[in-house]
């Protein structure tokens, strides 16, 4: 049916690359008529990874994995070969490596004397479990665009469970009560396991090098043309009786400008907005640069969409307050065992095992995680790797008498060793490089209904959109599931494929599920 069809990808996040994917794997459409453009050098999108180990290793971040709750995820993955395991599907590998290293923290909060604190009870008293309950049974129509402290009182926020729940998924106070109503009801499995996060899962690397790198080599293998260094400035389009038609695409490539044709038949893919959009990255001297919305290049083209088309959202929704949807993150690079010597004996828990070590009296509110090593496909066996962030990288450190967002990355390991109560000798040959993020959790503000296209607005004939940024009913934000069911469905939508979206798997209407949540918070 659309076999001569050529489509276009703006964006070489997870969402495009899926998208690309189901298009080869599910439709006639030839891997050889799809092009993805990106701006960045590299394909991944916010699943980036770089480095080495003289200059440190580097990554944004890290997703949470779960095989209950990603259902698009690993139907894509099961198709996809792994790099690193002959003969394996990187769904087989994943479940493989999470098979002999399973998640069962022990240190999951650590108290100002360096204490480990016991986490089995939630520290719920009567009040917060009713008014959790009243925002769980909530209707999404009726919430608009409160925030959690609409419906949670202050003592909530000084709870064993906040504590844990907003370090694991990032959620602030003044974040989107909607928001964190779906999160309870989506990994409601995972609210009984908080505490050790058995229910988290991880790739065999990082998920650049377990992820994207398989996922690109296959595509690439089945003719796709990436191009990186290409932004789209512009779409040309045409709106008549209410429908909207992309005719052409305006690049920058190497300061030239082109523009591509779009013609009759064909589709166009739009990652709208970006979490790490306008990120920058410091050294171990310099603290990274406060980029603003000046810097960025994402939100351009579905800012005028939606300045000119009923239906594609409103954009200034998520990126008008930097300072409510910022932190910062760090990657360590140490060519000494002796500091993942020193955690596990603190911990308990070997390397890969553990999840977030969490700093409850941080003012940053830094967490730690120590993944299995090696933690990239290029790592020596003498280095190891290790991540962190803080939630709150404008308040002064309890070490260092600076914001965390204006500390290089000598001062961040030096606030870690004073959390730990180590010897900066520790970390002397470290080597720890923060990251800004401005919009990270920008999909997590206050949104009103239509704040969030759908992943195909009505009257678009050709265009759909595939971003963190879109309207899925019941799933959840800030996950890789997002954006690979967001592909699933634009593409399936957009070119007709009789085959259906997999479900979100109801696990918050099992009995069982159900039970254990309950049990949970009466500990």
Not at 89 to 112: K, W
Not at 180 to 193: A, Q
Not at 491 to 509: N, Q, S
């Amino acid at each position: 049916m659309h076999q001569n069809a050529r489509a276009y990808l703006i964006g070489g996040g997870i969402g495009s690359l899926a998208a690309a994917a189901f298009m080869i794997r599910d439709s006639s459409i030839h891997g050889y008529n799809i092009t993805i453009f990106d701006s960045a050098s590299t394909m991944g999108g916010s699943l980036d990874a770089r480095g080495d180990a003289n200059a440190g290793y580097s990554m944004r971040g890290g997703r949470m994995l779960t095989m209950e709750n990603y259902e698009c995820t690993w139907d894509l993955f099961k198709s996809i070969p792994s790099l690193a395991s002959a003969g394996r599907s990187v769904f087989e590998e994943t479940v493989a490596f999470n098979e002999l290293n399973r998640s069962h923290a022990m240190a999951r909060l650590v108290d100002r004397q360096r204490a480990i604190m016991p986490v089995a009870s939630m520290g719920l008293s009567n009040t917060d479990r009713a008014e959790l309950l009243k925002l769980v049974l909530a209707e999404e129509s009726d919430m608009g665009a409160t925030r959690i402290t609409d419906w949670l009182s202050p003592g909530f926020f000084a709870t064993k469970l906040w504590c844990m729940w907003a370090t694991t998924f990032a959620f602030q106070p003044w974040h989107s009560a909607v928001e964190l109503r779906r999160y309870l009801h989506r990994f409601m499995k995972e609210f009984s396991r908080i505490d050790t996060l058995a229910g988290v899962k991880r790739t065999a690397f990082n998920q650049y090098d377990s992820l994207v790198l398989p996922l690109q080599r296959w595509l690439i293998d089945h003719g796709v043309h990436i191009e990186p260094g290409c932004t789209v400035t512009a779409l040309d389009y045409e709106t008549t009786h209410n429908e909207l038609i992309v005719t052409g695409l305006r690049c920058l490539r190497g300061g030239k400008t082109d523009r591509v044709q779009v013609n009759e038949g064909d589709f166009v893919f739009l990652q709208n907005g970006s979490m790490t959009d306008a990120s920058s990255i410091g050294s171990m001297t310099t603290a990274p640069p406060k980029l603003t919305k000046r810097d960025s290049v994402s939100w351009t083209l579905w800012e005028k969409l939606a300045v000119d088309c009923p239906g594609f959202g409103n954009p200034a929704a998520f990126n008008d307050c930097v300072a409510q949807s910022a932190w910062q993150s760090f990657s360590v690079t140490v060519r000494t065992s002796t500091f993942f010597e020193a955690m596990q004996r603190f911990s308990g828990n070997a390397a890969g095992t553990g999840g977030l070590v969490t700093f409850q009296d941080s003012n940053w509110l830094m967490s730690i995680v120590l993944a299995k090593q090696p933690h990239f496909a290029n790592q020596p066996s003498d280095t190891d790797v290790f991540w962190g962030y803080g939630l709150s990288a404008d308040r002064i450190g309890n070490f260092v008498a600076k914001p965390m967002e204006d500390c290089n990355g000598a001062e961040i390991l030096r606030e870690l060793c004073g959390h730990m109560r180590f010897d900066v000798e520790i970390l002397d040959s470290a080597v720890c490089i923060p990251c800004r993020m401005p919009y990270i959790t920008s999909m997590f503000m206050p949104r009103l209904p239509g704040d969030r296209p759908e992943v195909v607005p009505k009257g678009s004939k050709n265009l759909a959109l595939v971003s963190q940024f879109v309207e899925i009913p019941e799933d959840v934000v800030f996950t890789v599931e997002y954006s690979v069911r967001a592909a699933q469905m634009a593409t399936y939508a957009l070119l007709g494929i009789d085959r259906p979206v997999l479900r979100v798997t109801p696990h918050d209407k099992s009995l069982h599920v159900q039970l254990k949540a309950m049990v949970k918070a009466l500990v």
